[in-house]
C-alpha cells in the first residue's frame, strides 16, 4: 500500500512537472483566466446596473450576489473547462505511447492501477492549477460582497468532481491511441455528447429522457451550482470517475496483449 | 538465471516468436542474434514484462514474468531499441524519476547518490544538467543504460545497444557491457556479428522466429571460416578467372567488378582451407598485377540466406544443441 502510494506520487509528480516544464500549462491557464475574467465582467456589469435599479426602487430588490453572480460564472466555468480539459489529458498515455517511454513505464516494477492513478492525479492537479485561478475573481466578490460560503464551496466542489469525471473519460481516451491529436479531438467530441445528451432527454420519451438526463455529466452539476449537495449526485461522479480509470486500466492491460 | 522455454509470440495471424528455448546463466552474457524482424524485439520484451507470452514461459531470477511481474521486474534492467527517454527532463531528473519507480524505499539522499554513481558508471555525470532531449545519440543510448542500471538488477536485456553509434562509442560502450558482466546476467542483441565474438560468452542464433543455432563466438566464428571467400583485384582487362580456378582448392571464381584498369574476383576455397598464398603466386607468376587481396566477411544476412533457405528441412529441423553448428557447415559445404 505505502509502495503503491509511492509509486502513484512519483508518476504524479512526473506528469505535474512535464506539464509545466512546457508552455501547455501557462497556456490553459492563460486562456481559461482570461475567458472566465471575461463572464465575471459581464456579470460584474450587470449586476452592478441591477443593484444600481434596486436603490432607486425601479427593480423589485431580490438581486443578490449568489444567484447574479456565483451561479452563473460557476455554470460558465462548468461549460468553460469541456474546452480546456481535452488539452490536458490528451497528452497523458498517448505521447508516452508514442515516444517510446511506456517502455520504461512498463517494464518498471509499476501494475498498471498505479500508472493510471498516478496520470490521474497529475492531471487533476493541473486542472486545480486551473481552476485556482478563478479564485482570484471570487475573491474580489468576497472583499467588497457578502457572498454565501456554502455555495461557493459545493461550486467548487461540483467542477472539481465535474472535472474528475472528464479527466478520467479523456486519459481512458489517451490509452486507445498513440496520436495526441486524435486523442484531444475524440475526448472533446465525447465531453460534448456527455454534456448534450440532456437535450436529447428533453424530447425523448419520460423514460428515456430521464435516463439520459442521468447520464448527461453536467446535469449532476446543477444542483451543486445551487449550493446543495446531494449523496445522489456525489455517487454519481465518483462512480463516473471509478468506471473511467477502470476502462484505462483495462485498456493499457489489453494493450499490452496486443503487443 | 534467465529461462525461456517454448516461448512463442503471435500478433493476430503473424508469428513474431515460434517455440522458443534457451536458458542464461548467471553472470553470463548471451548474445541474441538475428537479422531485423527475427523476432528479437518481440522476446525481449516477453522477458522483460513488457507484454505477455502467446506461449510458454519466462522466469527470471526463479519468479515467472507473467504470474509475478512486480518481482521480476524489480530484477530486470532493460534498455530498449529506442532509449525511452522523456525529453523535457534533465538527466538527473530522469533518473531520479526512474529510480523513484524502481527502487521500492529509499532516502532522498541514498537515491541522489545512487544516481550520481549510475551516471558515472555510464559516463553521463558530465551531462547531467542537461535535457535528454537535446542529448547525442551516444549520450541517450548510455542514459538508457544508466536507467536500466538504477534499480542494481540481477538481469540486464539490452536490444541493440550499440546500433546507430561511431564506433568510438561502439567500442566504449562494448567495453561497459563487458565491464557489468559478472555482476549481471546480460543478454544483449545485435546484427552485427563481430559484436557477438567480442563482447558475449553464448550466442543464440534466431531467424524468422525459430533458434537456428546456440553456441559460443568461437566455434562459430569457426566453422564459418569454412565458408570463406576471397576477393581479389587483378591489374589488366585479362580474363584471370580460368587461371585463378586453377589453383589447388579454389572451389568457385566469380567476376564480381569490372572497371578500365583492373577486374574485382571472388573467390570461394574449400572449407578450412588457406588459399591466400596460392592465388597470389599464380596472380603474380601470369604476370599481372596482385592490387588487393582480402577475406571477405560473410554477412550475416549471407549466413542466414546459407542456413534457412539452401536446405530448410535440415535447418527447421536443428535442435537446440551443438549439433546445430554441423548445420552451418553442412550449409556451406552445399555453398
Not at chain 1, 486562456?31 to 425601479?58: C, K, P
Not at chain 1, 491511441?177 to 440532456?198: E, K, P, Y
Not at chain 1, 444542483?223 to 486500466?249: C, E, M, N, P, R
Not at chain 2, 547531467?128 to 551516444?138: H, I, V
Request: hydrophobic content about 45%.
Amino acid at each position: 500500500m505505502a509502495e503503491s502510494l509511492r509509486n502513484i506520487r512519483a508518476i504524479a509528480g512526473k506528469e505535474l512537472r512535464a506539464y509545466y516544464s512546457s508552455p501547455v500549462a501557462w497556456v490553459l491557464m492563460g486562456l481559461f483566466a482570461a475567458l472566465f475574467g471575461y463572464f465575471f465582467i459581464v456579470y460584474l456589469d450587470s449586476f452592478v446596473r441591477e443593484s444600481m435599479g434596486g436603490q432607486f426602487g425601479q427593480a423589485p430588490p431580490t438581486v443578490n450576489v449568489n444567484m447574479s453572480m456565483i451561479r452563473p460564472l460557476l455554470g460558465n466555468a462548468s461549460i468553460l473547462i469541456l474546452f480546456v480539459l481535452p488539452m490536458v489529458t490528451m497528452r497523458t498515455y498517448a505521447e508516452e505511447k508514442k515516444s517510446g517511454t511506456i517502455e520504461l513505464l512498463l517494464t518498471s516494477p509499476l501494475k498498471d492501477g498505479e500508472i493510471i492513478l498516478g496520470k490521474f492525479a497529475g492531471a487533476m492537479a493541473m486542472y486545480l492549477g486551473i481552476l485556482g485561478v478563478t479564485l482570484l475573481y471570487m475573491s474580489v466578490l468576497f472583499i467588497w460582497g457578502n457572498p454565501s460560503w456554502q455555495m461557493v464551496l459545493s461550486g467548487y466542489l461540483g467542477l472539481i468532481l465535474l472535472g474528475a469525471g472528464f479527466v478520467a473519460t479523456g486519459l481512458f481516451i489517451s490509452t486507445l491511441t498513440s496520436n495526441q491529436m486524435v486523442a484531444g479531438t475524440a475526448s472533446f467530441v465525447i465531453f460534448l455528447l456527455l454534456w448534450i445528451i440532456s437535450w436529447f432527454g428533453e424530447s425523448a420519451g419520460p423514460t428515456i429522457g430521464s435516463i439520459l438526463r442521468y447520464l448527461s455529466i453536467t446535469e449532476h452539476f446543477d444542483d451543486f451550482g445551487k449550493g446543495v449537495i446531494d449523496t445522489k449526485h456525489l455517487v454519481f461522479y465518483i462512480s463516473f470517475v471509478a468506471f473511467g480509470l477502470f476502462l484505462a486500466t483495462k485498456s493499457v492491460d489489453s494493450d499490452r496483449w496486443r503487443g | 538465471m534467465i529461462e525461456v522455454q517454448h516461448l512463442s509470440k503471435r500478433y493476430g495471424p503473424f508469428t513474431a516468436v515460434n517455440d522458443v528455448s534457451f536458458r542464461v546463466e548467471k553472470g553470463e552474457i548471451l548474445g541474441f542474434l538475428g537479422p531485423n524482424g527475427a523476432g528479437k524485439t518481440s522476446t525481449m520484451r516477453v522477458i522483460t514484462g513488457y507484454m505477455p507470452p502467446t506461449d510458454g514461459k519466462v522466469t527470471v531470477a526463479g519468479f515467472d514474468v507473467f504470474t509475478h511481474p512486480i518481482e521480476a521486474k524489480k530484477r530486470t534492467g532493460y534498455l530498449p531499441e529506442t532509449p525511452p527517454l522523456y525529453p523535457d527532463m534533465t538527466v538527473r531528473e530522469y533518473l531520479t524519476f526512474a529510480a523513484r519507480i524502481k527502487v521500492g524505499s529509499l532516502s532522498t539522499a541514498d537515491r541522489n547518490t545512487r544516481v550520481m554513481n549510475v551516471m558515472k558508471k555510464t559516463f553521463v555525470d558530465d551531462m547531467a544538467n542537461r535535457q535528454c532531449g537535446k542529448l547525442s545519440k551516444g549520450y541517450r543510448q548510455r542514459v538508457g543504460l544508466a536507467q536500466a542500471l538504477i534499480h542494481e538488477p540481477e538481469v540486464l536485456v539490452l536490444d541493440e545497444p550499440t546500433a546507430g553509434l561511431d564506433p568510438k562509442q561502439i567500442t566504449e560502450t562494448r567495453e561497459l557491457v563487458r565491464g557489468l558482466a559478472g555482476s549481471h546476467t546480460i543478454i544483449l542483441s545485435t546484427h552485427i556479428l563481430p559484436e557477438v565474438a567480442q563482447t558475449c560468452s553464448r550466442v543464440v542464433i534466431i531467424n524468422k522466429g525459430k533458434v537456428v543455432a546456440v553456441d559460443t563466438p568461437d566455434n562459430l566464428t569457426h566453422q564459418l571460416k569454412g565458408a570463406a571467400i576471397l576477393y581479389v583485384q587483378v591489374g589488366g582487362t585479362q580474363d584471370a578467372a580460368a587461371a585463378l580456378s586453377g589453383v589447388p582448392g579454389v572451389r568457385q571464381v566469380r567476376e564480381s567488378d569490372r572497371h578500365e584498369e583492373f577486374l574485382g574476383y571472388e573467390i570461394e576455397a574449400e572449407p578450412n582451407r588457406d588459399v591466400r598464398k596460392d592465388v597470389a603466386k599464380a596472380v603474380v607468376n601470369n604476370g599481372w598485377g596482385l592490387l588487393e587481396l582480402r577475406p571477405m566477411r560473410l554477412s550475416l544476412e549471407e549466413i542466414f540466406l546459407q542456413l534457412t533457405t539452401e536446405d530448410k528441412q535440415t535447418a527447421a529441423a536443428a535442435p537446440v544443441s551443438p549439433d546445430a553448428t554441423t548445420v552451418v557447415e553442412q550449409e556451406a559445404n552445399n555453398g
